[in-house]
Each structure stands twice: as structure tokens, then as C-alpha cells.
């Protein structure tokens, strides 16, 4: 099974900064690559497919970038409703694996 | 665009077999760019991939699951459901159903899940 390892496992931040949250996969997954955000009591919300493809109506200020094992998701500028807690995933082989998730607060 | 609702028990007696049912509208099940999975995450922890079935019947199930779990899908209701049996108190969790899409970049498929239920909280207690 592929293992997924996001760090950091939480971050404080503050609105408008720029924020790099960073998903390693034990393999190599290619491109395979997506990222959710979740609020609590929501289920996720998908942001970025194949690792840098933008879901239709997420804000332009995500973004995602990487191949092979190493990826990250920047946030151009924290908005409030970014606070939330996101998750990598990937769909290279099954069992599909997340990654253990990064909680983003605010400072 | 399609929408997803789970249901079923939210209380489940240890031993027994979890049930979940996942409702499709605004679409059709039955449409070739789709599978449908079951996602699972216990409070305050993160996310288990459990499965997915695709609309022939073929299926993939997690293989830390495989022996506990069947994902099955009836056309003619529009639905998809979940079965797991011997449940103990580690299956407590919110129970997601999500559709699993398709987009061709280049020569390769790639896939990922685009629609959620809301989800649904599960309980194994005597």
C-alpha cells in the first residue's frame, strides 16, 4: 500500500499570507495526486486534481504542484474561510490513501 | 448536478452488520464516467478509503476491510450500498459516500472524488 505523509500535521497562520503545506508519497504516484479541504461537521471538498489541476469553482488562490513523490498545495493568500483542515490523496493504486491532514488556524 | 445522500441505522450492536445506503439524484447511477465509494473517518481522525464499486459491479474494496465488507449498487433505485459485518467499536465513524470521476489529461486517466454525501454518523455500541 502507498503511504501519504503531509506536514506540517498543523500551521498557524494569518488572512493573506501565503501558506505551503507539503504531501510525500512512500512511491512514486505520478501525477496522481488530489487535494481536499474540510470543515468541521462538512465532508471534503474537492480542491485540486491530478495534482495541479484546479476544481471548477475553487478560488484561483489555491494551487497545486509536484510529480513523482514530492507535492504541495499553496494558498496564495489566506482568506478567513480557509481555516479549515486538508488531506492529500492518492488514486495512483488502490487502496486510495489519504494523507493524515493539516489543520490551518489562525494565529 | 449530482447530489448524494447517505442513510441507514446510526447505532449498531457489536457482532453485527452495518448497513448504509447511498441515494443518487440529480444523475443517473448508471452513467459510464462514474464509480461510487464509501469513505469512512472517525471523530477527530482522518480518512479511510473503503471502497468502490463501478456500475458493471466490479468492485475494490480496502484490503485492511476486504473480508468485513461488500459495496453492492441497484440501478433501478438509483442507490448504492454498504455492508460490514463483525462490527466493534473501531468501526465507529462518519460514514461518506462520494462519486469518483474521471478527466482524460494527455494520454492518462485521472481520478478523484468531486461529489460527497453529507455523511452519516455511525455508531457500534451495545
Known amino acids: 500500500d502507498i503511504q501519504m505523509t503531509q506536514s506540517p500535521s498543523s500551521l498557524s497562520a494569518s488572512v493573506g499570507d501565503r501558506v505551503t503545506i507539503t504531501c510525500r508519497a512512500s512511491q512514486s504516484i505520478s501525477s496522481y495526486l488530489n487535494w481536499y479541504q474540510q470543515k468541521p461537521g462538512k465532508a471534503p471538498k474537492l480542491l485540486i486534481y491530478?495534482?495541479?489541476s484546479l476544481q471548477s469553482g475553487v478560488p484561483s488562490r489555491f494551487s497545486g504542484s509536484g510529480s513523482g513523490t514530492d507535492f504541495t498545495l499553496t494558498i496564495s493568500s489566506l482568506q478567513p474561510e480557509d481555516f479549515a483542515t486538508y488531506y492529500c490523496?492518492?488514486?495512483?493504486?488502490?487502496?486510495?490513501?489519504f494523507g493524515q491532514g493539516t489543520k490551518l488556524e489562525i494565529k | 448536478q449530482v447530489q448524494l445522500q447517505e442513510s441507514g441505522p446510526g447505532l449498531v450492536k457489536p457482532s453485527q452488520t452495518l448497513s448504509l445506503t447511498c441515494t443518487v439524484s440529480g444523475g443517473s447511477i448508471s452513467s459510464g464516467s462514474y464509480y461510487w465509494s464509501w469513505i469512512r473517518q472517525p471523530a477527530g481522525k482522518g480518512l479511510e478509503w473503503i471502497g468502490r464499486?463501478?456500475?458493471?459491479?466490479?468492485?475494490n474494496y480496502n484490503p485492511s476491510l476486504k473480508s468485513r465488507v461488500t459495496i453492492s449498487v441497484d440501478t433501478s433505485k438509483n442507490q448504492f450500498s454498504l455492508k460490514l459485518s463483525s462490527v466493534t467499536a473501531a468501526d465507529t465513524a462518519v460514514y461518506y459516500c462520494?462519486?469518483?470521476?474521471?478527466?482524460?489529461?494527455?494520454?492518462?486517466?485521472?481520478?478523484?472524488?468531486?461529489?460527497w454525501g453529507k455523511g452519516t454518523t455511525v455508531t457500534v455500541s451495545s
Open positions: 490523496q492518492q488514486s495512483y493504486s488502490t487502496p486510495d490513501s
Open positions: 464499486i463501478y456500475t458493471s459491479g466490479s468492485t
Open positions: 462520494a462519486s469518483l470521476s474521471r478527466v482524460v489529461i494527455g494520454d492518462y486517466y485521472y481520478y478523484y472524488m468531486d461529489v
Open positions: 491530478a495534482a495541479s
